[in-house]
């Protein structure tokens, strides 16, 4: 046979394999799916954390993983985080995500892409993929040849098109409220911020920085996109490693996640971190109170970056860009009552926004 599905293993089941039900992050899931077509290349590993709320949607990352167990830890956290960014942004939506193994400036082909929705339609909707690192809306159009549970389409075929400009508010509202709750007033003019990675979402939130009058520094990978975004908006540029020395008040990490830890805390000069990596604390535990010791507020994650699955979720009803925004500016009274939450009961914010999350979640499975 030239496709198949690997293996499909689910929280019921044990298995030796040491790359899935040992790594921490595993727990908990319902349903892992690992798919293969020969054919056309695809490697995929679609993962669903929790689906009591509604469906898992979480959308597609097609990423050059140098193994697959690392690709097995990255879509096991990702999926995880979709769950309480779902719960706490108060969606009808469970949590859910999916990786594709390999180089997406040269293994995309329409064939993988349309092997791939026949995979995520052979879930029956339990999982609703979109856009994410990687791809993009004319990606989602060749899945959706193969199914109908995909969100993040073009808005000329009524979707809601590139959600990185919602994304990117929903993070600049989190970053407000931090302000509000750190230094009185939510102005960010005249502060100093870091932003990591400065690719869609990232470009975007440097936008809403620079019309404030904050004094933004940029770092990214890809040097053309850093010399465009520096010059359109006045940036400073700083070297990749750099960053972390920058004198700043907030530190925006927009790339990839695990960048706030142990060597970087004992860096980093700033009161507030407030981007849109996902899991963006290398170890929730450990660097989520070294964060709180040092007196830096963490505008949790999974929260502040809610505004793209808030966007796509809204495509599910009838697509309203309006009514989005709308929907995403309400993360910053979100944003406001975990911190007030942390302060209150002495735990680290990421602590505080989960047990809100799984508040709902179990409020939902009592009232069954």
Known sequence: MESKVVTEVSANHQTDEHTVFSNPSFVNHEQVVFCYDERT?????????????GPALGGTRFWNYKSEAEAVKDVLRLSRGMTFKAAISGLNLGGGKAV????????????????????????????????????????????????KFVSGLPEATG???????????????????????KWGSDSLSGKTIAVQGVGHVGEY???FLAKENAKVYISDIHEEQLKHVAQRFGSEIVSLDGIY??????????????TVNTETLNRLKCSIIAGSANNQLAHELDHGKMVMDKGIIYAPDFLINAG?????????????????????????????????????????????????????????????
């Open 41 to 53: 290349g695809l490697k995929a590993i679609i993962a669903v954390h929790n689906t009591t709320l």
């Open 100 to 147: 594709i193994i390999g180089d997406s400036k040269k293994d995309k082909s329409e064939g993988l892409f349309r092997r791939y929705g026949q995979f995520v339609n052979s879930l029956g909707g339990k999982y609703i993929t979109a856009e994410d690192v990687g791809t993009n809306v004319n990606d989602m159009v060749f899945v959706n040849k193969e199914t």
């Open 159 to 181: 979707g809601s098109g590139d959600p990185s400009p919602v994304t990117a508010y929903g993070v600049y509202m989190g970053m407000k409220a931090s302000a509000k709750h």
């Open 205 to 207: 939130l440097v936008e």
């Open 245 to 258: 020395d920058v004198d700043m008040d907030i530190y925006a990490p927009c790339a990839l996640g695990g």
């Open 308 to 368: 793209g699955l808030i966007n796509v979720y809204s495509e599910l009803n009838g697509y309203n860009r309006e009514n989005a925004m709308n929907a995403t500016q309400k993360i910053y009274d979100v944003t406001l009552e975990i911190l007030r939450k942390s302060d209150e009961e002495n735990v680290p914010t990421i602590i505080a926004a989960k047990e809100i999350a799984e508040k709902r979640i179990a409020d939902k499975l009592n009232s069954k």
